[in-house]
């Protein structure tokens, strides 16, 4: 089998573009959030439970903690009052304390925006860094948020 040229792959890459944008018109993050660091806490909550869920609690959770800076320095008791309803409580408040300590010290407050720092933060694997990279930061991906999701979609264009 020969090898794409460029301008096909880039052809082909349109098409299925246009398609997924047809099939899937209002395709948008479920997760609620105003900034990268905000989806990056949502992103970590939503394991092991749903996005409506995780949207129940974010608001009083972004509220009293607004910046890495404020959650880092938190009392665990409080951070797993508020998070509790997620499951695992207990070790996502360990998880988000423990990354929002890593985002000041080594970040200066700010939330990575390549996927190689993002993956490097505790907590954090491909997937929630493509979510975030994808939704919430002009940066080098643009990719569903599961890559075993996104080969199984584009298998059917080719």
């Not at 992103?43 to 880092?72: E, I």
């Not at 407050?109 to 930061?137: D, H, I, Q, Y």
Request: glycine letters at 6%; one cysteine or more; charged letters at 20%.
């Amino acid at each position: 089998m020969a090898e794409e040229t460029r301008l096909a792959l880039v052809r082909r890459a349109r098409r299925i573009n246009r398609a997924l944008a047809e099939a899937y018109p209002y395709a948008h993050c479920e997760l609620d959030h105003v900034n990268a660091w905000q989806l990056l806490l949502a992103t970590v909550l939503s394991a092991q439970t749903t996005d409506l869920r995780v949207n129940q609690v974010t608001p009083a959770l972004f509220a009293k903690y607004p910046r890495p800076a404020d959650l880092a320095g938190a009392d665990p008791a409080d951070v797993e009052g508020l998070i509790r309803p997620t499951g695992f409580f207990r070790n996502k408040t360990r998880s988000i304390t423990r990354l929002a300590a890593v985002i000041v010290a080594d970040h200066d407050g700010m939330v990575p925006r390549t996927l190689a720092e993002l993956v490097k933060l505790p907590g954090v694997g491909r997937k929630t860094a493509f979510v975030v990279s994808g939704n919430a930061c002009a940066c080098e991906a643009s990719r569903a948020g599961d890559p075993n999701h996104g080969a199984n979609v584009s298998t059917p264009f080719g």
